[in-house]
Nanobody
Framework: QVQLVESGGGLAQAGGSLRLSCAVS????????IGWFRQAPGKDREFVAI????????HYTESVKGRFTVSNVNAENTVHLQMDFLKPEDTAVYYC????????????????WGQGTQVTVSS
């Protein structure tokens, strides 16, 4: 059974940074493409970023390009989401998820999900 556990959320000021981590167990991180999603109150879950199982390819939603960076550390079986230049509109619960399909931004195509971590950005 694959399990994903997010950590690193918290409170940041606008313009600040946070780094989220997604620890993968049950399979190696290189077995799946790992995506990040977020869900703000009253809104649908939104795709944020994805990194390929090889770690060589990434893709971001337009609103976070140039501010967020996704990376994986095979030795730690962990994927990180570095979030810089944070904005109040980045406030949401952030989830990591695993998919066998590359470059999918559709939540139903992800097989495993973490429990989420809250990110709050104050203005």
């Amino acid at each position: 059974q694959v399990q994903l556990v997010e950590s690193g959320g918290g409170l940041a000021q606008a313009g600040g940074s946070l780094r989220l981590s997604c620890a993968v167990s049950g399979r190696t991180v290189s077995s799946y493409n790992i995506g990040w999603f977020r869900q703000a109150p009253g809104k649908d879950r939104e795709f944020v970023a994805i990194i390929s199982s090889t770690g060589l390819h990434t893709h971001y939603t337009e609103s976070v390009k140039g501010r967020f960076t996704v990376s994986n550390v095979n030795a730690e079986n962990t994927v990180h989401l570095q979030m810089d230049f944070l904005k109040p509109e980045d406030t949401a619960v952030y989830y990591c998820a695993a998919s066998s399909i590359w470059l999918t931004t559709s939540a139903p195509q992800y097989d495993y999900w973490g429990q989420g971590t809250q990110v709050t950005v104050s203005s």
